[in-house]
């Protein structure tokens, strides 16, 4: 809670959080202090698939054709 009133009172947009700490709960508590939360440093699909899964607002990856592709099958998945 230091580090997101820290961010609140520097006036940051977002904060961003190491993949490992990244649940839905940490996530759902940071948003309703009123701040979005990113997912930084994601190594693969797999993980890339529970920071989403969480509810972050983004995330900092190196392959981002893996995203697209992701976005794609979870937008197939919700419309059958």
């Known amino acids: 809670d ?3 009133d820290a961010a609140i009172a520097m006036g ?7 993949h490992k700490r990244i649940t839905a709960e ?3 508590h ?3 202090r ?5 997912s930084t440093n994601v190594p693969d699909v797999e993980t890339m698939r529970h920071v ?6 983004g995330m900092t990856i ?3 054709e893996h995203l697209t592709e992701l976005v794609r099958q979870l937008s197939q998945d919700s419309e059958s």
């Not at 940051?12 to 190491?18: P, S, T």
């Not at 009123?34 to 990113?38: A, L, N, S, T």
């Not at 989403?52 to 607002?57: D, E, I, P, R």
């Open 30 to 32: 940071i948003n309703g």
């Open 12 to 18: 940051c947009h977002h904060i961003g959080i190491g």
């Open 26 to 28: 940490v996530v759902v």
């Open 52 to 57: 989403v899964a969480s509810g972050v607002m």
């Open 62 to 64: 190196n392959f981002p």
């Open 2 to 4: 230091a580090n997101v």
């Open 34 to 38: 009123g701040m979005p939360v990113r």
